[in-house]
């Protein structure tokens, strides 16, 4: 036998005579039912629909936004007070759009599709989280929600919902 094995055989016995005694502790971990994935939450919006919604967004338009203090737009004939709301965070959306890590291509088409399906849904208000990183679709998406006529108003979103990095939108949502 070599002097290795004889150490490890050494420092077997040592540790079986240190562990000597010792139970087994029984295994009380709760496991938990798995939740269903996020998208199966989201409401079925068909794809004609969204081509609908995404006929509005054109990156040409440029809409006059205020280029200083937060971003915030009304449409004409809403009431200031209803941006002022907003941004004091008292409507609570409902819907949430995370459009990090997105192409331009990829968030306009999302974007359109929640609009429809806030429309769908009943949803007046809604929280768009674009991110800042290279401010891309930071300010791409003022000017698409600007354009379509069922965006009543938005409003830089209050800390609690996002802050410079998401946009609180309200919606006017049709009577049936």
């Not at 000017?143 to 108003?153: E, F, G, N, R």
Request: proline share 6%.
């Amino acid at each position: 036998m070599s002097k290795k094995d004889t150490n490890l055989d050494e420092d077997l016995m040592l540790f079986q005579e240190a562990v000597k005694g010792v139970k087994k502790i029984t295994n009380d971990t709760i496991i938990t039912p798995r939740r269903q994935s996020p998208k199966s939450d989201k409401p079925k919006v068909s794809a004609k629909e969204t081509q609908n919604h995404e006929f509005y967004f054109s990156d040409e338009f440029e809409p006059h936004l205020s280029e200083t203090g937060p971003t915030q737009y009304a449409r004409t004939g809403v009431s200031k007070y209803e941006v002022k709301k907003l941004r004091r965070g008292v409507y609570v959306p409902d819907m949430y759009l995370d459009m990090h890590g997105m192409t331009q291509k990829e968030a306009k088409r999302e974007l359109a599709a929640m609009i429809a399906a806030c429309i769908k849904e009943n949803v007046a208000c809604c929280c768009v989280m674009h991110g800042i990183g290279k401010h891309i679709l930071k300010q791409k998406a003022p000017m698409w929600l600007a354009q379509h006529p069922d965006v009543m108003a938005f409003h830089q979103a209050p800390l609690e919902f996002g802050g410079d990095g998401a946009l609180l939108v309200l919606l006017d949502i049709p009577e049936r």
